[in-house]
């Protein structure tokens, strides 16, 4: 039985690295007492231990400790004896060619597939989706295949950004990116606002969080969905 917990971010205005979660997070992973980081995406370039210890920090307030994939010899075995699992996020393009680098995106779906806990935030909320399509990355590198989990039966848009009013941008939209997407893809993808998450239980999907977020499809008009509701595609 899945069981995930997919973030926009780790971190909203005003608050720590995980703060706004780490109540769920406490009882998310209730029984977990070591949890595997893949620290792959790492953001603006730092080392994988420094990324590494901003999550034991945040996750130490809640009793849990935490190890980089990186040390440790064989990363297949560091997933498959994982008791929890957390991607952090950083850039999606250099997230998923590690993972494919290191031969581990089968293995990380599979033992989600069999009920490990997974936390994905940003970066790592995008690789749940059936591809990595809807990033908003710069592709840094060229991974080897842009499909991704798929433990999730549509697109994640993490830090969805809706127009600001009176604004005098002239590029594109969020909205409208997602459209130029559906032109060549027939796949949902669901704009997750800052502070919003999914929690996945099996094959339900719920949105949590205090905001609503944005679904769109293919050849339909975008709906919002409120907080607490299934999201059926």
């Not at 995980?18 to 949890?35: C, G, N």
């Not at 494919?100 to 806990?117: C, I, M, Q, R």
């Not at 848009?157 to 060549?184: C, Q, W």
Request: charged share 20%; proline share 4%; with cysteine.
């Amino acid at each position: 039985m899945k069981k995930m917990i997919i973030a926009s971010t780790s971190t909203i205005h005003g608050s720590g690295y995980l703060e706004y979660l780490l109540l769920t997070l406490k009882s998310f992973f209730a029984d977990v007492k070591t949890l595997l980081f893949i620290p792959y995406a790492r953001p603006s370039g730092i080392t994988y231990d420094a990324y590494t210890a901003i999550a034991h920090k945040a996750f130490s307030t809640i009793n849990i400790e935490v190890k980089g994939i990186h040390q440790f010899k064989n990363p297949k075995e560091a997933i498959l004896n994982a008791e929890a699992i957390f991607t952090g996020g950083g850039n999606t393009f250099e997230l998923v060619n590690q993972l494919y680098k290191n031969d581990v995106l089968s293995t990380l779906k599979e033992v989600l597939e069999n009920g490990t806990a997974y936390l994905g935030t940003s970066a790592g909320s995008n690789i749940c989706g059936i591809n990595m399509k809807n990033t908003n990355d710069m592709p840094i590198v060229y991974p080897p295949s842009f499909t991704t989990l798929g433990c999730i039966p549509f697109n994640i848009n993490a830090h969805y950004l809706d127009p600001i009013k009176g604004s005098k941008h002239m590029g594109e939209t969020r909205e409208t990116r997602i459209k130029e997407f559906h032109v060549f893809n027939d796949i949902s993808v669901l704009g997750l606002r800052e502070g919003s998450w999914l929690e996945v239980v099996d094959n339900a999907i719920y949105l949590r969080g205090k905001l609503t977020a944005r679904l769109f499809r293919k050849n339909q008009k975008p709906i919002e969905l409120k907080s607490g509701v299934e999201v059926l595609i």
